[in-house]
């Protein structure tokens, strides 16, 4: 029976993996090895600032066992969404580590740079074409949400990375990708269903998350065959079973049975999932359904501020049976204190308060709630007043009930206050409209010699 094989080392690029899982993945004999190295779910700053989440060292760690493995069994590795959120400043610090390690371990290869940052001036020209949708529930673009952003990038599927393959490419590393497709693009050359090769690679991009007890950093294992694939782990302590599959098919998806990426939607109306033995699952009847209008999503970040914080608690009864009113009250004060500093954002976070947990469900009044005091504004300084003085307004609030004249609350840290420097939001989050999927995505190719570029 023809068969694909791919082996997927970890959640995301940089979250490790046990040697031992990826030896025995390596001992399969993966025709690919393939890695989602970035998220949104970090929210917007890494975009924005072009910084990764994940630290350089772990990230290096991790691509010292792919890259050496992977060239001595002349398989190809590709990384998706490189540095995290996939802008070129992301792609080369990506880069740089692999060049930093072919110099080490003076490994040479083919390699394929694909970026997926766009030029502002060609949205703005979509915009213009009517080629700009709104994605729900993200509101719709305006020429101004493009001359804000920082960083505007698009999410490429597999098709890009097809042309890097079939063009000789040893080590492909591409900006912001739609996460199944690293995994399925080598399937798609070899001729296999492009459902069967997407729905795999949604099961391997967060690794053994999707198996029980999960770990993002831990390998699975996909056998990719004509009319279904199978899912394994690699390590003796986790297995895949066939709720834990089909619960990491609805990851991240808003509904149960179509999932939309790049070009179209992957259909599992008749998709099944099957326990093949203790620890494996077979998966079938996925189709890929191609869009009339081939789209991209486009992500970016603007500039918002600056951001200033305070932690502290109280175990006061009174205060906290009065939190609302008392905060509401506070940003009343503040607000006519600073009139001269034009808008600012003011925020109290009270974690407890009448037994509520982070997400508001209530239980028990508690004996003690956390306060998360946040300021953003123009400049750090302004950021700084704001929540300078918020924090003292509320340290020192007299509220009905109140007896004591000492402050009413207690700080864990001195100082108090932490500046958290440069905010970056959600800019553009949107469909676009292009003729051909990789005409925003061309690849470079180089030759990496033991860490030159030639």
Not at 144 to 173: F, R, T, Y
Not at 220 to 239: C, G, N, Q, S
Request: glycine content about 8%; hydrophobic content about 45%.
């Amino acid at each position: 029976m023809k068969e694909h094989r791919v082996l997927s080392p970890t959640a995301i690029l940089g979250y490790g993996f046990p040697a031992s899982s990826f030896e025995a993945g390596m001992a399969l004999k993966p025709h690919v090895i393939a890695v989602d190295a970035g998220s949104t779910d970090p929210g917007p700053y890494y975009l924005g600032s072009g910084k990764s989440f994940t630290d350089r060292g772990a990230v290096k760690r991790d691509l010292e066992f792919m890259l050496t493995a992977a060239l001595e069994a002349k398989i190809p590795v590709i990384i998706g969404t490189a540095g995290g959120a996939g802008a070129d400043s992301h792609l080369d610090w990506n880069v740089e580590i692999i060049k930093e390690i072919a110099a080490e371990k003076s490994l040479s290869f083919k390699m394929a740079v694909i970026s997926a940052q766009i030029d502002p001036e060609v949205v703005k020209k979509k915009l213009a074409e009517g080629k700009l949708r709104e994605y729900f529930p993200a509101p719709a673009p305006t020429v101004k949400d493009i001359e804000d952003s920082v960083n505007i990038v698009a999410q490429m599927g597999h098709e890009p990375m097809v042309e890097a393959l079939k063009a000789g490419a040893e080590v492909i590393v591409t900006g912001r990708a739609y996460d199944p497709t690293v995994f399925a693009a080598l399937a798609v050359i070899e001729g296999f269903d492009a459902g069967l090769a997407l729905h795999m690679g949604k099961i391997l991009e967060c690794a053994a998350i999707a198996a029980t007890p999960g770990s993002g950093s831990d390998c699975m294992f996909a056998y990719l065959r004509e009319d279904h694939f199978e899912v394994a782990t690699l390590d003796p302590i986790r297995k895949c079973t066939a709720t834990s599959i089909a619960a990491h098919t609805l990851y991240e998806k808003s509904n149960p049975t179509r999932l939309p990426g790049p070009g179209g939607v992957l259909d599992l109306t008749q998709t099944t999932f099957e326990q093949a033995s203790e620890g494996t699952v077979i998966v079938r009847g996925s189709r890929f359904i191609p869009d009339d209008v081939y789209t991209l999503k486009l992500e970016a970040a603007r500039k918002a501020g600056y951001r200033t914080v305070s932690f502290a608690a109280t175990a006061d009864p009174i205060m906290i049976s009065k939190m609302d009113d008392i905060v509401k009250a506070v940003k009343e004060r503040v607000a006519s204190n600073f009139e001269e500093l034009g808008e600012f954002f003011l925020d109290f976070k009270v974690y407890g308060q009448t037994g509520a947990s982070f997400y508001g469900a209530a239980g028990p009044v508690p004996c003690e709630v956390a306060i998360i005091i946040e300021a953003v504004a123009e400049t750090t300084a302004h950021a700084d007043t704001i929540c300078a003085f918020a924090r003292s307004t509320l340290l020192h609030y007299g509220y009905e009930g109140r007896i004591a004249t000492a402050g009413n609350l207690a700080f864990p840290f001195s100082p108090s206050d932490f500046s958290g420097g440069v905010v970056y939001a959600f800019s553009l989050y949107c469909l676009m409209e292009v003729d051909d999927p990789c005409e925003l995505f061309p690849a470079q190719l180089y030759q990496c010699d033991k860490g030159a570029i030639l």
